[in-house]
C-alpha cells in the first residue's frame, strides 16, 4: 500500500516526455526557443514568439515563487485527503513560464502570494509506466535562481 495519494497519471508523448520523466534526474525540464530563449510551457512544435522551430529540451532551477492559490477542502479524490493546496507558481527563469501544481511540505494555511518554493518530485510507477511529477515546497533559503 502506498503512502502517496491516487494520481491521474498524464499520457507521455514525444513532446512531453522530458517533463514528466526529468524528475528522475532530479530536474525540471521545458521545451526552450534556440533562437529568442523563450520557454514553452505547455510544449508546442513552434515558439509562439518568433515562430522558428528550433526546440531543444532544458532544465530550469526549480526555483519559483506561487503566483496564487487555493485551499481545496472537497474530498474530491480517494486517497487525496483535504486540505491541500492547489497553486499556480512561476517559475524564476521566465515571468510566463506557469505550472498548476501542489504546494507540498507545510501546512496549507502558511501558503501565500509571493511565496518563494522549489520544485520537489513525487514517483509514481504504475506497473512500468513510470512519471516524476513535479510539485512544489517552501524554499525556506529563499530566493530566486
Not at 532544465?59 to 477542502?73: D, E, L, R
Not at 492547489?86 to 521566465?94: N, R
Amino acid at each position: 500500500m502506498s503512502d502517496k495519494p491516487f494520481r491521474v497519471l498524464p499520457r507521455l508523448t514525444d513532446a512531453n516526455e522530458p517533463f514528466w520523466l526529468g524528475g528522475a534526474e532530479g530536474e525540471l525540464r521545458f521545451w526552450r526557443c534556440q533562437d529568442c530563449g523563450y520557454r514553452l510551457h505547455p510544449p508546442g512544435p513552434i515558439c509562439p514568439r518568433c515562430r522558428t522551430k528550433h526546440l531543444a529540451v532544458e532544465a530550469v532551477s526549480g526555483k519559483g515563487t506561487v503566483f496564487t492559490y487555493t485551499i481545496n477542502h472537497q474530498p474530491w479524490i480517494p486517497t487525496f485527503d483535504p486540505p491541500y493546496v492547489v497553486a499556480i507558481v512561476e517559475l524564476a527563469e521566465q515571468d510566463d513560464l506557469r505550472l498548476t501544481t501542489n504546494i507540498v511540505g507545510c501546512d496549507p494555511d502558511e501558503v501565500t502570494i509571493g511565496m518563494p518554493v522549489r520544485v520537489t518530485f513525487e514517483h509514481y510507477d504504475d506497473n512500468g509506466y513510470e512519471v516524476w511529477l513535479p510539485l512544489f515546497e517552501p524554499d525556506v533559503a529563499g530566493g530566486a535562481a
